[in-house]
C-alpha cells in the first residue's frame, strides 16, 4: 500500500531527530511548572509532543502546517461535491504530505475493503438496553473488536520496538473503516424503528455514512466537514490525551480509542454543542416568531450572564479568537441555509456575545468555538437527536488520535507516568507555613 510506504519513509527520517533531542538536549528546559497548573489541571503546561496538529491561540488549528481553509483547498475533493476525501485528508494527517487524487482512491479502496461491521459487535449492540447513551454503545462496539487486534497477536509472537508501529497502523486501518457503520447502526436501531440501510460500495467514508444515516446530499459534505474539523487538536484535550495515555502502556487501537471515546463523552468536552443547541432553541422560543435583534440578543445574554451562568459555545482554553472551525462552519451555513430561523439566531449571538462577554470581564475569550455552530448544522439536515452528536465528533476525532498513536509507537514514546506531589508540599514550596 502506498500509504505505509510513505509514511515508513517519513518514520526513518524522523525517528533520528526525536533520538538526538533526547540524548543530546534531554535536560534543556522547554517551560516551568506553577502551584496553579498543578491543582488546575496541568493547563499550558508543555509536555506533550504531536506534528499532526497545533493550536495556535491567534490562528486556531493547523493541520500539519496548514490552517483550516488552506487543508480543505489543498485536499483532493470528492467529483461534484465541495470538500474533500476523508480519507485523502487520512493520508495527510499520517504523512504531511498532500495526496494526489490517484493516491486518495487508493485509501479510498482500501477503507470499503475493511468496512464490514462484524456481526459479534451487532450482537453487542443488541443486547445493550435501548435507552443506552449512544456514546456508550459506541465505545462497547469498539471495544469489542478488540479480539481483531493485530498489535496483540504480533507482540504476543515477539517483534522489535521499532517494528510496533506497523501492526498499529493496520488496526487503525481495520479500524477507522468501521466506525461510520457502527455508528449509522446505533443512530438507525435507536432513533429510526430498527431499519438499517446497507453500506454502497460505491460511496467513498463521508457518502456511505450519510448513505447509512439515510440522509441525502448535502449531508455526505456535512460529514466530511465535521470529521476534518474534529478530527484533531493538540495532543493535551481529554479526549487526544486519554487515547495518548492509554496507548502509551501499549495498549492497542481499540483500548485506546475506547478510552478516548469515554473521555468525549464528558459535559465539559464532546457534550457542549448539545448544551449550545439546547440554549439557542429556548432562546428562539421566546423570541416568540420575532427576528433576533441585537436588542432582544444582548438582553438575553445579560439575563443569562446576571444569572450567574455562562454563555455556551464562547470561550476557550487556548484560543483568543474566534475559531476558525467556527468560521467553517457558519460559511457552510451561509451558503446553504441562511435563512433558516435558528441559524439566524446563532448568527446574530455570533455578532452580539463578543461586545457583551467583553464588558462583562470574566471570560478570557469572548469569541465563539466550533460547538456554537455545530448543532444547528445536524438539526437542519434532520439529525434532531443531540445525545447522538457527540458519536460524531468521535468519528472526526479518530482520525487524529489514532494517527497520533500510530507515531507514538513509530517514536517509541515512553509509557506516560507524571509525578504527583502533596498538598503539604505544594505549600511547602509557596512558603506556607503551618
Known amino acids: 500500500m502506498k500509504l505505509k510506504e510513505v509514511l515508513l519513509k517519513k518514520i526513518e527520517e524522523q525517528r533520528p531527530r526525536t533520538t538526538r533531542l533526547v540524548k543530546e538536549f534531554g535536560n534543556v528546559e522547554v517551560g516551568k511548572v506553577t502551584i496553579e497548573q498543578v491543582i488546575g489541571g496541568a493547563r499550558d503546561v508543555k509536555c506533550l509532543v504531536t506534528d499532526i ?14 490552517n483550516i481553509p488552506e487543508t480543505i483547498e489543498a485536499l483532493p475533493k470528492v467529483p461534484g461535491r465541495d470538500y474533500p476525501y476523508v480519507e485523502g485528508f487520512f493520508w495527510f494527517l499520517m504523512t504531511g504530505e498532500v495526496p494526489t487524487m490517484k493516491e486518495t482512491l487508493e485509501v479510498v479502496e482500501e477503507f470499503k475493503k475493511r468496512r464490514p461491521l462484524p456481526q459479534y459487535v451487532i450482537d453487542v449492540l ?20 478488540q479480539r481483531e487486534s493485530v498489535f496483540v497477536k504480533r507482540y504476543n509472537e515477539g517483534m522489535k520496538k521499532t517494528e510496533h508501529w506497523e501492526p498499529m497502523f493496520e488496526d487503525v486501518l481495520n479500524l477507522l473503516p468501521k466506525l461510520t ?41 456535512v460529514a466530511r466537514m465535521y470529521f476534518i474539523l474534529h478530527s484533531d487538536h493538540e495532543s ?24 478516548g471515546i469515554n473521555g468525549l463523552a464528558g459535559p465539559l468536552h464532546g457534550l457542549a454543542n448539545q448544551e449550545v443547541l439546547s440554549w439557542m432553541m429556548k432562546f428562539q422560543q421566546k423570541l416568540g416568531g420575532q427576528e433576533p435583534t441585537p436588542e432582544l440578543v444582548e438582553k438575553a445574554l445579560w439575563d443569562t450572564l446576571n444569572a450567574g451562568q455562562v454563555i455556551p459555545g464562547y470561550g476557550h482554553a487556548v484560543l483568543r479568537k474566534t475559531d476558525p472551525r467556527y468560521m467553517a462552519q457558519r460559511d457552510f451555513c ?18 452580539v456575545a463578543p461586545g457583551v462577554l467583553t464588558k462583562h470581564g470574566k471570560t478570557k475569550n469572548p469569541w465563539p468555538n466550533v460547538d456554537a455552530q455545530s448543532g444547528v448544522i445536524q438539526w437542519y439536515y434532520g439529525l434532531t437527536e443531540w445525545d447522538f452528536y457527540t ?31 502533596t498538598t503539604a508540599m505544594l505549600e511547602e514550596a509557596a512558603g506556607i507555613k503551618k
Open 181 to 221: 457503520g457502527l455508528a449509522a447502526y446505533i443512530y438507525r436501531m435507536k432513533y429510526k424503528g430498527d431499519v438499517h440501510i446497507p453500506s454502497n460500495p460505491d460511496l467513498d467514508y463521508g457518502g456511505d455514512f450519510a448513505n447509512q444515516m439515510g440522509f441525502p446530499q448535502p449531508y455526505d459534505d
Open 236 to 259: 493535551g484535550n481529554v479526549s487526544a490525551h486519554t487515547t495518548h495515555l492509554v496507548a502509551s502502556a501499549l495498549s492497542d487501537a481499540y483500548y485506546s480509542l475506547s478510552a
Open 126 to 145: 443488541r443486547a445493550m438496553p435501548r435507552d443506552t447513551h449512544p456514546m456508550t454503545m459506541f465505545s462497547a462496539g469498539i471495544l469489542a473488536m
Open 53 to 66: 496538529s497545533y493550536l495556535d491561540p491567534q490562528e486556531g488549528i493547523r493541520f500539519r502546517g496548514k
Open 391 to 421: 458519536v460524531l465528533f468521535g468519528i472526526g476525532r479518530a482520525f487524529g488520535v489514532l494517527a497520533n498513536i500510530t507515531w507514538d509507537r513509530a517514536l517509541g514514546y515512553a509509557i506516560e507516568r507524571p509525578k504527583s506531589l
Open 334 to 351: 451561509m451558503k446553504n441555509l441562511p435563512d433558516y430561523p435558528l441559524f439566524k439566531v446563532i448568527n446574530m449571538v455570533f455578532e
